[in-house]
């Protein structure tokens, strides 16, 4: 694929879509109907299609029964984490080893020229970014997602949380399962915002910022602290007689998802003149700038809030007399 029909190349080689980042047509007025409905397919496909199948694999067939799940035991707990950690292996490793290790698409439609892995860094374990975000990925972020699925499974299954079913509830579940991303962005838009106030930005959530170019592994390497705030969102299901499948919907949507918005290309090759779009601009630019774009666009709080960039020149011009301004009153008090 030619990557300058849809962007250009800056004079550093960075890569910017000519398309700027855009605000889902929902939260508008007046309506929007034709655009939402060009948006709707983007909904689904690929990325929450395929997020819902895999929660819908795990639980029919790599999931204990009910039974089992209603007392906590080593056994089946630990199974979970095994099955989490492979599927966290498999999904990251064919993101990662394509577009990353055999680099079969150079960097095309990447936004930063650079690879991690081409220069050692310091600020990581082993002088590695792609080691260490492995590395803390497995040793924190999949023990705590798995913990947080164990808490709300034997919730379900012992009865000391309300459970619906597909035959009593199919609208009720239904609603729930088209909503889970809209929950899960101003979930996250909230935690991350509270953790870029600077005493919890220095101890916590600079950890994660440590990979200003990153890659798939870097969307879960995170302080413990902040792991469980961001899969915390699952926490909902707890309260609103949901149901199994909903929840591990729920948490690869976090878990799987975070890979995407850290993917750094914008389009997957697919083939010739063939790629899906992985929506990822927008949380590159936060990387980059650090003050922008907290949320993902789903729901536009950044828009609301004046932290949104989408990319342009005008996105640029906001940003800087937002600086400015936060400046000025840093020096005023």
Do not use: C
């Amino acid at each position: 694929m030619d990557e300058l029909t849809t962007g250009t190349r800056d004079r550093r080689g960075h890569w910017w879509p000519k398309l700027h980042a855009g605000i889902a047509p929902i939260f508008v007025f007046p309506p929007q109907p034709r655009s939402f409905l060009r948006w709707l397919p983007t909904y689904f496909l690929p990325w929450n299609v395929l997020f819902f199948l895999s929660a819908a694999v795990l639980w029919w067939l790599l999931t204990p029964g009910m039974d089992t799940l209603s007392a906590l035991a080593p056994g089946w707990v630990l199974y979970i984490l095994a099955r989490n950690t492979a599927a966290v292996g498999l999904f990251y490793g064919a993101l990662e080893v394509p577009l990353y290790i055999q680099r079969r698409q150079a960097a095309r439609f990447k936004y930063n020229p650079a690879f991690p892995e081409d220069r050692e860094n310091g600020a990581f374990w082993w002088k590695s970014q792609t080691r260490d975000n492995m590395a803390r990925s497995l040793l924190f972020a999949v023990p705590i997602w798995t913990a947080w699925e164990v808490l709300i499974l034997w919730a379900f299954a012992s009865g000391r949380a309300p459970m619906s079913t597909s035959a009593a509830d199919p609208l009720w579940l239904l609603g729930i399962a088209l909503i889970v991303p809209f929950i899960h962005h101003v979930h996250f838009y909230l935690i991350h915002r509270l953790l870029h106030v600077p005493a919890l930005y220095r101890h916590i959530h600079a950890w994660h910022h440590k990979a200003v170019n990153p890659s798939p592994w870097s969307s879960l390497s995170m302080h413990p602290v902040e792991l469980v705030l961001y899969f915390s969102g699952a926490g909902l299901h707890l309260m609103i007689a949901s149901h199994p499948l909903l929840v591990l919907y729920h948490l690869h949507y976090a878990g799987f998802g975070a890979a995407i918005g850290h993917i750094g290309f914008h389009t997957i090759e697919t083939g010739k003149d063939k790629g899906v779009d992985t929506h990822a601009f927008t949380h590159y630019l936060h990387h980059k700038y650090f003050e922008v774009n907290y949320g993902e666009g789903l729901v536009p709080i950044d828009k609301w809030m004046g932290t949104w960039h989408d990319g342009s020149d005008e996105g640029e011009r906001l940003m800087e007399a937002r600086r400015r301004r936060s400046a000025l009153g840093r020096r005023g008090t």
